[in-house]
């Protein structure tokens, strides 16, 4: 062999790729590319048809829950027109009522005037008294006590005036002027009661206290008071007429 040197060569196989790497500039960088514009509009038309939907259900749940609260209501004003209709009703039969009521009492006033008169002329008073549905009254002058006027009225065949009811009482208010009538009582604590024995009513009428142990009653313009049995004042004696 000759004095020249022997050079030796690394000869190295690449792969194809690896080839490709090396062939690829050293500044260049791996970007991703960008997604597409049809990919993008078909995200924004779901989202818009999602938000739709959503909304849909939000104003169909409003117009139902509206709808609900109508109904109710007009099932409210339903009921309180069937109400207002019965009330009318109750109200029309109550003043037809109130109507026959008046008509019956007017007939029964007409029948009652008509019965008294036919008893007052079959019935006579003596001279002096006043006649009144069937009873007679006397309206003394004379002024005595309470147990003189008793006396009084029994000699005449008669009794101190005993008022039985509200007509007879106003009737006699209309005449009465400080006179007894057949109301005492035996002591401050007792009740009252009159000549017969019969209890008083106070819803016919009260009586008023003067002072303490005042036990007998007069009547005047229309109120009945407690006095002293012993003073002189007049009184009314009443009997059944003849």
């Known amino acids: 062999m ?33 997604p597409s514009s049809q990919w993008l509009l078909t995200v924004i038309l779901g989202l818009l048809c999602l938000a739709l939907v959503v909304t849909a259900r939000v104003w169909g749940a409003m117009v139902l829950q509206a709808s609900h609260q109508v109904r109710r209501q007009n099932e409210e004003l339903i009921q309180k027109l069937a109400i207002l209709k019965n009330f009318t009703q109750l109200q029309e039969t109550l ?49 005595s006590s309470w147990q003189k006027s008793k006396k009084y009225c029994s000699s005449h065949g008669s009794r101190l005036l005993r008022i ?22 035996k ?27 005042e036990s007998c009653v007069l009547l005047n313009a229309g109120e009945a008071t407690s006095y002293n049995c012993t003073q002189q004042y007049r009184c009314i004696c009443e009997k059944r007429a003849a």
């Open 2 to 34: 000759s004095e020249q040197s022997v050079t030796f060569v690394d000869l190295r196989f690449h792969t194809p790729a690896e080839q490709k790497r090396k062939r690829r500039p050293k500044h260049a960088r791996v970007t991703e590319s960008p």
């Open 95 to 143: 003043t037809n009522c109130m109507q026959q009521r008046d008509d019956l009492q007017a007939n029964n006033t007409e029948l009652s005037n008509v019965l008294n008169k036919k008893v007052d002329k079959c019935s006579s008073c003596p001279e002096g008294w006043i006649q009144h549905r069937g009873k007679c009254y006397h309206f003394t002058n004379e002024r």
């Open 164 to 185: 039985e009811n509200k007509e007879e009482l106003d009737f006699i208010n209309r005449q009465a002027c400080f006179h007894w009538i057949g109301l005492f009582r």
């Open 187 to 213: 002591g401050a604590t007792t009740n009252w009661m009159w000549e017969d024995g019969t209890a008083h009513s106070t819803d016919l009428f009260q009586v008023k206290k003067q002072e303490p142990g």
